[in-house]
T-cell receptor
Framework: SQQGEEDPQALSIQEGENATMNCSYKTSINNLQWYRQNSGRGLVHLILIRSNEREKHSGRLRVTLDTSKKSSSLLITASRAADTASYFCATPDQGAQKLVFGQGTRLTINP | DAGITQSPRHKVTETGTPVTLRCHQT?????MYWYRQDPGHGLRLIHYSYGVKDTDKGEVSDGYSVSRSKTEDFLLTLESATSSQTSVYFC????????????FGQGTRLTVV
């Protein structure tokens, strides 16, 4: 069963704009992770935020976590064409033995 | 890049034939996973391993089996391939299950005709 669900499914913006993607999940979690997938490639880990953290930054990425709402957001600032990719959130399953991925947000940055 | 290699990268096979995909890691990570990725379904877990000879099913395990006889290798076998198993398969590894990041291979594109 899907634990994390991303929203929107697709997002198209102009280069230089900010992109925001959201992830909702169903059960209590230890951490939440965001991954990027370029077309035809494997997933690449972007950032991990623990349940006791509310916000985390990595370069142009900003992730927030609201455990009371069971939601997270990924903000990419000053987007570039190279940011065009699919973005996935992943959360531990109930048994905490494996990650469960959502269906992803497909982000397109237009020049 | 994490040392994780999938083979083959592409394969076309006929319905009813057995197929084995290999995932090899050089990171000595304990956990290994097999996912399939299909349009509209995202990534779905097939099987995973939490140690040598220790494996468990994921959400879409029917028609698949796995084996892990060495830390570095995790094999995924389609006993009798069906067209519904046409997909892109990804292997992933992680050091400590859900508490650390996962590293993904480049994927294997499998077509069953």
């Amino acid at each position: 069963s899907q634990q994390g669900e991303e929203d929107p499914q697709a997002l198209s913006i102009q280069e230089g704009e900010n992109a925001t993607m959201n992830c909702s999940y169903k059960t209590s979690i230890n951490n939440l992770q965001w991954y990027r997938q370029n077309s035809g490639r494997g997933l690449v880990h972007l950032i991990l935020i623990r349940s006791n953290e509310r916000e985390k930054h990595s370069g142009r990425l900003r992730v927030t976590l609201d455990t009371s709402k069971k939601s997270s957001s990924l903000l990419i600032t000053a987007s570039r064409a190279a940011d065009t990719a699919s973005y996935f959130c992943a959360t531990p399953d109930q048994g905490a033995q494996k990650l469960v991925f959502g269906q992803g947000t497909r982000l397109t940055i237009n020049p | 890049d994490a040392g994780i290699t999938q083979s083959p990268r592409h394969k076309v096979t006929e319905t009813g034939t057995p197929v084995t995909l290999r995932c090899h890691q050089t990171e000595n990570h304990r956990y290994m996973y097999w996912y399939r990725q299909d349009p509209g379904h995202g990534l779905r877990l097939i099987h995973y391993s939490y140690g040598v000879k220790d494996t468990d099913k994921g959400e879409v395990s029917d028609g698949y089996s796995v084996s892990r006889s060495k830390t570095e290798d995790f094999l995924l076998t389609l006993e009798s391939a069906t067209s519904s198993q046409t997909s892109v398969y990804f292997c992933a590894i992680s050091e400590s299950s859900v508490y650390t990041e996962a590293f993904f291979g480049q994927g294997t594109r499998l077509t069953v005709v």
